[in-house]
């Protein structure tokens, strides 16, 4: 198939995209634009944690971290200084907290490049460790996180958090930052830049006999991913209206893994498509927390079960396909018309 | 004049807690040569290799190409001033195309970077496209062109042993080290395998290194050779010195052989 077709395909998904997006602002009720928006958001989240783990083969569970950073550093940006002044009841912002101002786009970006310069910070020391010592090592990062941002309060406001922030993001921010995530994250994994983090999660001694810094490669693909965390946690905190420490919990990361590994390790359509089943899924389960009626019997309604139903899945996906949805297989235009014409694997 | 050497070890040892592996290792490898290092299992080969290709930090001793000192310098600075290598146990990038593998090779040498790439910037779509029909060139040079889009692991035996090589040539060295690349062969491949050898060194200008137990394919391909024992150097020199030399003899054979031989 032609380059230009395949260009030509992509920017069709876009406008439909678009389209749709058009369509749902104006039809659809606030409950179900803030599930289209959360589902935004998750796949930008779960595309930048496939990055590092999928893709690079590092094992972190630092994602919450990177969000928190992304998140405080949007808000404290897009809130004006009369609603931080009125915000900070404990302490007073520190001058530099309080005048802080920018438009959300410039927000956004800034909370993206310090969640970016805080995994290049913690990834020169870290990332020397291998699989699982990097996973508990990364989960200690989000945790040290969480709790500075609950004891600086002239920066954070403590434990109280942030509310009535202002929420700039709409369908189209979410959905804008979640197209320029994904064009990204693809170009860079089709280089062969991507190529190298492929290699290096496959067989990092081979690698290292290739000529590559693995090092440096690791540095540069957990960066990256982190830059996107931040940019999702800075678009959760505009989307939500309200953070506070509590919020940036290790469920928070787990909800990431859950979609990552439910979509394909190393595949982005997959986690393209576990992030909109997921959401959409979380959602529709909040029944289940509800009292359930079955004639007379009624089973009563446990708040939480929801994450119980999930958990179970996840094990269950595990157990059975290991590999996700998509395993390590990407959608393509070829493959999908392959498919409608019945071939296999044209050469 | 002399030969021109490129390849210079100096005392190599390399000692693990007590075990000394290997025990000053010295070579001097000339220019084009394809040298061969012998020795029973566990005689320290690999060790060689891995000190010589940076992975491991020799205890003492020097390791020079082209006359600059690679000693403990890590194995990305060895692949960039020249040296590749290949694996005893082959370590493809399993989940990789062919091509892939061997474009990952060609990275080394590559100049645009990510951001060019995400930018679709011309410098990057050229050097991308010169990559990619190089790779092609080089799996053309193996034989497996017509395997370019299968995945790695995929491929039979034979075939992955002769990727693994192309891979380390897309590195574009200039001393190549291969560890047993006729295990597993039968004889008809194992010939192959040398004619295969002899070629790449006039195609590619290389000085070859080859660590291998099939005494066919080393006495047939070598000029000289190394011959190792318990880490200690018992002999060098041509094949046909090594063929009678009684102390190679004990090492692979047992020391009442020699009287015999």
Known sequence: MKTSTKISLNLAVVAALGLFLLWAQGALDGYKIQILNLIAVNIILAMSLNLIYGFTGMFSLGHAGFMAIGAYVCSIMIMSPEQKEMLFILDAAYPWVQNAHAPFLVATIAGGLVAAAAAALIGLPLLRLGDDYLGIATLGFAEIIRVIANNIPRVTNGALGFKGIPDYANLWWNFGWCVVTFYVIVRLVKCNTGNVFKAIRDNEIAAKAMGVNVFGYKLLSFTIGAFFAGVGGALLASLLTTIDPKMFLFTLTFNVLMIVVTGGLGSITGSILAGIGITALLEWLRFVENPIYFGDFELPGIPGMRMVVFSLALICIILFRREGLMGMREFSWQGARNLFSGKRRAS | ?261
């Open chain 2, 1 to 261: 004049m002399n030969p021109e050497i490129i390849f210079e070890a100096k005392g190599l040892t390399m000692r693990f807690g007590g075990l000394t592996a290997v025990s000053e290792f010295s070579a001097a490898i000339e220019k084009g040569s394809i040298t061969g290092l012998i020795g029973p299992n566990g005689a320290g080969k690999t060790t060689c290799f891995n000190m010589i290709t940076g992975f491991y930090r020799p205890t003492e001793g020097q390791v020079f190409l082209k006359g600059r000192d690679l000693t403990g310098k890590p194995p990305y600075t060895a692949c960039k001033a020249g040296i590749a290598r290949t694996f005893q146990n082959i370590r493809l990038f399993n989940n990789e195309t062919v091509l892939e593998n061997v474009m990952i090779g060609c990275h080394l040498r590559q100049k645009s970077n990510w951001f060019q790439a995400v930018l679709f910037m011309p410098g990057y779509i050229k050097e991308d496209r010169a990559m990619r029909e190089r790779s092609l060139e080089l799996l053309e040079t193996v034989g497996l062109a017509h395997l370019a889009n299968e995945q790695a692991d995929s491929l039979p035996y034979g075939a992955q042993r002769r990727l693994e090589i192309a891979r380390a040539l897309a590195t574009e060295p200039h001393f190549l080290l291969l560890d047993e690349p006729a295990a597993g062969m039968n004889p008809q491949e194992s010939q192959e395998l040398m004619q295969f050898v002899r070629d790449i060194r006039t195609d590619f200008d290389l000085t070859i290194l080859v660590i291998e137990h099939d005494m066919k394919v080393v006495m047939g391909i070598c000029e000289h050779i190394y011959v190792l024992d318990y880490g200690v150097t018992i002999a060098q020199g041509k094949p046909e010195e090594i063929q009678s030399n009684p102390k190679v003899i004990e090492a692979y054979l047992g020391e009442e052989y020699v009287s015999h031989a």
